[in-house]
T-cell receptor, first 120, second 111 residues
Framework: NAGVTQTPKFRVLKTGQSMTLLCAQD?????MYWYRQDPGMGLRLIHY???????AKGEVPDGYNVSRLKKQNFLLGLESAAPSQTSVYFC???????????????????FGPGTRLTVL | TQLLEQSPQFLSIQEGENLTVYCNSS?????LQWYRQEPGEGPVLLVT?????EVKKLKRLTFQFGDARKDSSLHITAAQPGDTGLYLC???????????FGGGTRLMVKP
């Protein structure tokens, strides 16, 4: 299993350009997430999805759109990139919580390797 | 202001020393996780704590969840260079669909 994969790994955009980041997972997970990571700020949730065809806003959704047309894929779009969107973007997935007794893996999110985006 | 505050932000120690990283909040969490992230990679789960006062050990790492489930600590005994990385705490509230991450503690262990 490849786990969670992200494409591309690196990208440089000019202000105003658009792009789509692709996340794919082969673990049949229901939940998928998009985060951005900036120095000293940990990970901040952009959008997430609790199943195919559904999406919801996270903490910092402005300037981003997402789509979950297939269960295994979660796309993050930037319609008009801005320098403030320079960041490292991480996708994550997790399975539905199962069992009444939480285990080590309770709520565990599996992360991709990240996409480093620079907007000039 | 972040919901989860981690301290310290940076820590540079010599191999063999002990250290503690703190994760504090004014909010109650149903569960709290610790992740470790290495350069160029995504975070990887170390442990999940659920019960107030719970203590879990993972080899030389000891994790504690506060009695009121608002804070947590990670203690590393006899740190090794392989412990170098970014440590992130993350809390879940209610159904746990979303995690709130702390700002991270960047640890460097020098040989």
């Amino acid at each position: 299993n490849a786990g969670v994969t992200q494409t591309p790994k690196f990208r440089v955009l000019k202000t105003g350009q658009s792009m789509t980041l692709l996340c794919a997972q082969d673990m049949n997970h229901e939940y998928m997430y998009w985060y951005r990571q900036d120095p000293g700020m940990g990970l901040r949730l952009i959008h997430y999805s609790v199943g195919e065809g559904t999406t919801a806003k996270g903490e910092v959704p402005d300037g981003y759109n997402v789509s979950r047309l297939k269960k295994q894929n979660f796309l993050l779009g930037l319609e008009s990139a801005a320098p403030s969107q320079t960041s490292v973007y991480f996708c994550a997935s997790r399975d539905l919580t199962s069992g009444r007794v939480p285990t080590r893996s309770y709520n565990e999110q599996f992360f991709g390797p990240g996409t480093r985006l620079t907007v000039l | 202001t972040q919901l989860l505050e981690q301290s310290p932000q940076f820590l540079s120690i010599q191999e063999g020393e002990n250290l503690t990283v703190y994760c504090n909040s004014s909010s109650v969490f149903s569960s709290l996780q610790w992740y470790r992230q290495e350069p160029g990679e995504g975070p990887v789960l170390l442990v999940t704590v659920v019960t107030g006062g719970e203590v879990k050990k993972l080899k030389r790492l000891t994790f504690q969840f506060g009695d009121a489930r608002k804070d947590s600590s990670l203690h590393i005994t006899a740190a090794q260079p392989g412990d170098t990385g970014l440590y992130l705490c993350a809390g879940a509230q209610n159904a746990g669909n979303m995690l709130t991450f702390g700002g991270g503690t960047r640890l460097m262990v020098k040989p």
